[in-house]
Nanobody
Framework: QVQLVESGGGLVQPGDSLRLSCAAS????????IGWFRQVPGKEREGVSC????????DYADSVKGRFTISRDNAKNTVYLQINSLKPEDTAVYYC??????????????????????????WGQGTQVTVSS
């Protein structure tokens, strides 16, 4: 079976950091572009970051650029999202997803565009990040 499992979320204060993990089973993440998305109630799912199979091929939403870092550990079949300087507006459920159509991220206008969610075939269950004083 193919499965993605996110972990690492929690309740934190503004300015704190979190490291989210996306662990795969049943397939190898290193073959595909992997995206991180987030969603709050009543809002559409928002793309925040993407990493391709080649080192250095990454996309970031403008709202998170400079604070979020996406990375891979192929030996662990895991993709990470390091989140620094957390803000209350970062509060959301964070999802990872695998894009079987691509080995590279195609820029924010495609890989992080809600209109292109159909490109992502495998999704995790999400992990809650809550940033509050």
């Amino acid at each position: 079976q193919v499965q993605l499992v996110e972990s690492g979320g929690g309740l934190v204060q503004p300015g704190d950091s979190l490291r989210l993990s996306c662990a795969a089973s049943g397939f190898f993440l290193n073959y595909y572009a992997i995206g991180w998305f987030r969603q709050v109630p009543g809002k559409e799912r928002e793309g925040v970051s993407c990493v391709g199979t080649s080192d250095g091929n990454t996309d970031y939403a403008d709202s998170v650029k400079g604070r979020f870092t996406i990375s891979r550990d192929n030996a662990k079949n895991t993709v990470y999202l390091q989140i620094n300087s957390l803000k209350p507006e970062d509060t959301a459920v964070y999802y990872c997803a695998a894009n079987l159509m691509r080995t590279r991220c195609a820029g924010t206008s495609i890989s992080l565009n809600p209109a292109h969610l159909h490109e992502y075939d495998y999704w995790g269950q999400g992990t809650q990040v809550t940033v509050s004083s």
